[in-house]
């Protein structure tokens, strides 16, 4: 891979810092009145998640990461290796491990699109859809005619995920959630 | 076909910088002092180790020629000084290779102006009259109270530290420890710099002015070094003026022995060698200029686009430039 010098960092960079690889977050060019420059660089360790702070002198430079985002539909899971294909034709197919699926698992539902992170051909995490629309499984049964009260319930939804509904939710009713919040959006 | 050609300050901002700029040269055509302009191509260029100078190729009477885009015109402005010119301001374009960020731009307009016969407590009372000035027509008298922060006491009070007395190793480990990277081998003024910048810096000039002075001797650049009246130890005369975590302006008592600046540039080029850096071509004519006598006095350059960023509520300085670097 190539290398990249500080100047060259921008927002969404893929490089490796510690043997793991990080997209850059916000880079910071710093120069005291006549001292020497620095950049003050946050990264995402694409493989914890963690968001690192780090200073290097300016015209350092890291390793380019062998990062790519890829668009794969999810298949099933055997019960240790989550298994996705690439929506492109190819039928490739990827197994995911637990560690990198993460907190991905709950919003798994068959046939949606997910974001696969592969670095150097491994998958290293799933990003789900900002919106997905899965079925309520099991919640309190709903109470007529209080549909304008703010009130809510928990549901638990078809991928095993748990959101605060509103009181008039059913059982078997389909939902669309917004996976990064967590939040219920409105019904499917 | 790229689509950002489109300005990178809006057109309101750029009339509100073009009054701004109207204010600092009433500022100083009330106190008679002399608007020049100076070269942006000069023979010699700023040795300074933390400043890249970009270059030219040229082709004058003198054939082709390399000349460097001035990083400050503090040294045609020492000539002119030489020359009897008596008190001068500048606004200058100015030029450094790397600098690009929220608050650099690749060239940048530096307001520069010295005051011969001036002791440098002078100067900082009217680089302070100045920035109230700027900020005053947009805010009222916001700039707050203005406080006198020795460097010393900074270190102290930031990061229980005293930068004149730490060993070196212990310098470069808290340098280490605070950045996140290795300092081995780095010179005590690259670790205290980092310090500067990151433990200290963001919290000056919060709910007033910061104007920070007796920094270091050997971070004198072209300022005299006097020895500190209080420990006798030797400290540069020059002062960085700090509002809302900006550095604003870097003062000095001008040097004006024509051996010692020699030397200085000397020394500049011989750690440029060290450091694997590029050597720059010394300006012999300041050299020549300070030789025939400039009249002591102070002199101070002011980064005019974080002034007007400041005055004008914005959170970088190509908000407040026409085309900053990245679409220039």
New interface residues.
């Given amino acids: 891979m190539a290398n990249y010098s500080t100047n060259e960092f921008k927002g969404g960079l893929k490089v490796m810092l510690d043997g793991d690889p990080c997209a850059i977050v916000e880079n910071e060019f710093v120069k005291p009145g006549k001292g020497q420059a620095f950049n003050r660089v946050k990264l995402r360790n694409l493989i914890t998640g963690r968001v690192w702070e780090r200073t290097f002198k300016s015209g350092e430079s890291l390793e380019g990461a062998d990062v790519m985002d890829l668009d794969m539909e999810y298949l099933y899971s055997d019960g240790e290796m989550w298994h996705f294909m690439k929506t492109d034709g190819s039928f490739e197919q990827y197994a995911v491990e637990k560690k990198a699926l993460g907190d991905t698992v709950k919003w798994l539902k068959e046939q949606v699109a997910y974001t696969v992170t592969l670095w150097n051909d491994n998958a290293i995490s799933v990003t789900p859809p900002n919106f997905i629309e899965l079925e309520v499984v099991e919640t309190d049964p709903g109470l007529k005619g209080d549909t304008a009260q703010g009130g809510s319930k928990p549901a638990t939804l078809s991928s095993g995920a748990v959101v605060r509904v509103p009181l008039f939710i059913n059982q078997g009713e389909v939902l669309k959630v917004d996976t990064r919040s967590g939040d219920y959006v409105s019904r499917a | 076909m790229v689509t950002d050609w489109r300005p990178t300050a809006t057109l309101e901002i750029l009339r509100e910088r073009a009054r701004l700029l109207a204010e600092v040269r009433a500022f100083f055509a009330a106190r008679g002092m002399l608007e020049v302009e100076t070269p942006v191509l000069g023979h010699g260029g700023s040795t ?1 180790r ?1 400043l890249a100078s970009l270059n030219a190729e040229a082709t004058t009477p003198a054939g082709r020629e390399r000349l460097w885009l001035q990083t400050s015109p503090e040294f045609a402005m020492k000539r002119l000084l030489a020359a009897g010119s008596g008190p001068i301001y500048q606004l200058a374009r100015c030029f450094r290779d ?7 731009n690749l060239e940048f307009t530096m307001l520069e102006w010295y005051r011969p016969g001036f002791s440098l407590d002078e100067l900082i009372e009217e680089t302070v009259a100045l920035v109230r000035r700027v900020l005053g027509r947009e805010l009222g008298d916001e700039a707050g109270p203005l406080r006198r922060r020795r460097y010393r006491e900074l270190f102290r009070e930031h990061l229980a530290i005293d930068p004149f007395s730490i060993e070196l190793a212990e310098c470069r480990r808290l340098a280490a420890e ?4 290795s300092m081995s081998g780095a010179s005590r ?2 670790c ?3 310090l ?3 433990a200290i ?1 963001p919290h000056l000039g919060r709910g007033g002015i910061d104007v920070v002075v007796d920094y270091p001797a050997s ?1 004198a ?1 072209l300022a005299r070094r006097h020895r500190d009246p209080e420990d006798g130890e030797w400290v540069a005369s020059r002062f ?1 003026l700090y509002l809302d975590g900006l ?1 604003l302006a ?1 003062g000095y008592d001008e040097l004006t022995d024509a051996e010692e600046q020699a030397t200085r540039f000397d020394e500049d080029n011989i750690a440029r060698r060290a450091a694997g850096l590029p050597e720059v071509d010394v300006d012999v004519r300041l050299l020549a200029a300070l030789a025939h006598g400039m009249p002591e006095g102070s002199g101070v350059a002011l980064g005019i686009d974080r002034l007007i960023q400041l005055a004008l509520g914005k959170s970088s300085v190509a908000e407040v430039m026409a085309f900053a670097t990245p679409r220039c």
């Fill in positions: 300074d933390h790397g600098e690009v960020g929220r608050r650099h605070r950045g996140g990277l003024d690259d205290l710099d980092l500067l910048s990151l810096e971070q650049a960085e550095e870097n």
